[in-house]
């Protein structure tokens, strides 16, 4: 009697734990896939899946609201994802929510990520089919590793050829940092250029400030020419009479040239006395004569003024020069 009520014990204690165990598995499952829960379907097509399946969790901007339902292939480059979304997060999900594809943290499952759009739209419907990105796939971001890595090496090797050329003295700039007597040349040439530079700098400095004083200072003949418009004139009316100067007596030159050669040219009395000696010396004797001539005839009168018979005319002339000297001044 004492084994049977055992037996008995043990088939009802694992039939209640089976049961038990049963009815919770029920309701996971349930819970997994939206058994006892009001939903409602979106869609979202994606060029790559990236490994999604079946009862994968769908989530709101971090909160799990439905599962994957089904995945189909719509054609070469196109699959559409269903989803089962709970009903009571309809009047959050916006039509202009888009849809992407990740993973559950480093290695887990991958997941829907629903985020909300830039603009505030309709809430969706039943059956909607939202927008969707998909992100660059661990297969591409491995493509394009592999690529930058191909593409290193090669950048590797051509810094190697040129650090040996450089140091084996090869090209311009292998030659500048072997080279000591050049490099020393290049630094003093830097440095007469710096020195060039200075004084470059410092004669703009110095024509800045004459040009300013120019413009400020009116005192300066140069000053008044450059801010006084009349005067300014002037200079351009005397440079002008300058130049008809100029033509005048370039003229006046060019007539006394043709005067000068006529002379050189003609038998007149110029060339006559220029060209004959004797006549120069018959003339020369003839004015000779003519002051010798003079000298006498005013020695004549000299000699006619103290004469007694000529005594009082010039006495009287003389009385008559000093009435009109005298006249003169007290007018």
Same mark, same amino acid.
């Given at each position: 009697?004492?084994?049977?009520?055992?037996?008995?014990? $043990?088939?009802?204690?694992?039939?209640? =734990?089976?049961?038990?165990?049963?009815?919770?598995?029920?309701?996971?499952?349930?819970?997994?896939?939206?058994?006892?829960?009001?939903?409602?379907?979106?869609?979202?097509?994606?060029?790559?899946?990236?490994?999604?399946?079946?009862?994968?969790?769908?989530?709101?901007?971090?909160?799990?609201?439905?599962?994957?339902?089904?995945?189909?292939?719509?054609?070469?480059?196109?699959?559409?994802?269903?989803?089962?979304?709970?009903?009571?997060?309809?009047?959050?999900?916006?039509?202009?929510?888009?849809?992407?594809?990740?993973?559950?943290?480093?290695?887990?499952?991958?997941?829907?990520? =629903?985020?909300?759009?830039?603009?505030?739209?309709?809430?969706?419907?039943?059956?909607?089919?939202?927008?969707?990105?998909?992100?660059?796939?661990?297969?591409?971001?491995?493509?394009?590793?592999?690529?930058?890595?191909?593409?290193?090496?090669?950048? #590797?090797?051509?810094?190697?050829?040129?650090?040996?050329?450089?140091?084996?003295?090869?090209?311009?700039?292998?030659?500048?940092?072997?080279?000591? =007597?050049?490099?020393?040349?290049?630094?003093?040439?830097?440095?007469?250029?710096?020195?060039?530079?200075?004084?470059?700098? $410092?004669?703009?400095?110095?024509?800045?400030?004459?040009?300013?004083?120019?413009? #400020?200072?009116?005192? #300066?003949?140069?000053?008044?020419?450059?801010?006084?418009?009349?005067?300014?004139?002037?200079?351009?009316?005397?440079?002008?009479?300058?130049?008809?100067?100029?033509?005048?007596?370039?003229?006046?030159?060019?007539?006394?040239?043709?005067?000068?050669?006529?002379?050189?040219?003609?038998?007149?009395?110029?060339?006559?006395? #220029?060209?004959?000696?004797?006549?120069?010396?018959?003339?020369?004797?003839?004015?000779?004569? =003519?002051?010798?001539?003079?000298?006498?005839?005013?020695?004549?009168?000299?000699?006619?003024?103290?004469?007694?018979?000529?005594?009082?005319?010039?006495?009287?002339?003389? $009385?008559?020069?000093?009435?009109?000297?005298?006249?003169?001044?007290?007018?």
């Amino acid at each position: 009697m004492k084994k049977t009520k055992t037996q008995k014990i $043990r088939l009802g204690l694992f039939v209640i =734990i089976g049961t038990m165990l049963f009815t919770a598995g029920v309701y996971f499952i349930g819970q997994r896939r939206d058994m006892f829960h009001k939903t409602f379907t979106i869609s979202a097509n994606f060029q790559n899946v990236n490994g999604l399946q079946k009862g994968n969790n769908v989530r709101y901007s971090g909160i799990n609201i439905g599962t994957v339902k089904n995945i189909t292939m719509v054609n070469d480059s196109t699959i559409s994802v269903t989803m089962n979304i709970e009903e009571k997060i309809i009047s959050h999900l916006k039509k202009d929510a888009i849809a992407t594809i990740g993973s559950d943290g480093l290695v887990g499952n991958m997941i829907i990520n =629903i985020v909300p759009g830039k603009e505030s739209m309709e809430s969706v419907e039943d059956g909607d089919v939202i927008a969707s990105y998909s992100k660059i796939g661990t297969d591409d971001i491995l493509s394009t590793l592999s690529v930058t890595n191909e593409n290193a090496a090669l950048l #590797t090797a051509d810094l190697l050829k040129i650090t040996n050329s450089l140091i084996e003295g090869k090209g311009t700039l292998g030659i500048l940092l072997n080279d000591t =007597i050049m490099a020393k040349d290049l630094q003093q040439s830097i440095k007469n250029l710096k020195i060039a530079s200075n004084g470059a700098s $410092r004669s703009i400095s110095e024509l800045e400030g004459i040009l300013k004083n120019l413009q #400020t200072n009116d005192n #300066t003949v140069l000053g008044v020419l450059m801010n006084d418009t009349i005067s300014g004139q002037k200079v351009k009316d005397i440079v002008q009479n300058l130049e008809n100067s100029s033509v005048s007596i370039e003229k006046m030159v060019d007539q006394m040239n043709t005067v000068v050669d006529d002379l050189n040219n003609s038998k007149g009395a110029y060339h006559y006395i #220029t060209q004959d000696a004797t006549a120069v010396q018959s003339l020369q004797s003839t004015l000779q004569n =003519i002051n010798e001539g003079t000298e006498k005839f005013n020695e004549n009168m000299e000699a006619l003024k103290h004469h007694f018979l000529f005594r009082g005319y010039f006495k009287k002339l003389e $009385r008559q020069e000093r009435k009109a000297a005298k006249k003169a001044k007290n007018n």
